[in-house]
């Protein structure tokens, strides 16, 4: 079967000190704003951490995480690095797959647990740097 020979991957992007969209604030029709429509910035950019993961029908493949953005040149040596390592036990046919595999599950919620962890993190710790975050998920 040609589907247990493919192997899907995506990446996303994780901010380490909150949105960098609209924000926006409910409130009562004659309730004043207060703190609720402030938003904190942090001298030196916010920080965000890409990350890269793949699966296949056997198993879930290698992660790569980046600091910042993902330029061709970075996503090339991703797919080099981490993709081709990961073709061999993505799709090797000598097992077959448990449909209780709890780390299948876990890739499908991998960007909300990540994005979690570290906002819980960095309330606790207001200068996180990439190397600190890549610590705390790893």
Not at 33 to 39: E, K, R, T, Y
């Amino acid at each position: 079967m040609i589907g247990k020979k493919v192997i899907f991957s995506d990446e996303t992007r994780i901010n380490l000190r909150g949105s960098d969209g609209i924000k926006y604030v409910w409130k009562k029709p004659n309730q004043d704003l207060g703190d609720m429509g402030i938003i904190k910035r942090s001298r030196f950019g916010g920080g965000s951490i890409m990350i890269w993961a793949c699966f296949g029908a056997k198993s879930i493949g290698n992660t790569s995480m980046t600091e910042g953005g993902m330029n061709s040149e970075i996503y090339t040596e991703i797919l080099e690095d981490d993709m081709l390592k990961s073709v061999n036990y993505c799709v090797n046919d000598e097992n077959d797959w448990s449909s209780s595999n709890v780390k299948f599950d876990l890739l499908t919620n991998l960007s909300s647990t990540l994005q979690k962890i570290l906002m819980e993190y960095y309330s606790q710790n207001l200068f996180m740097s990439f190397h600190v975050a890549k610590t705390v998920t790893i």
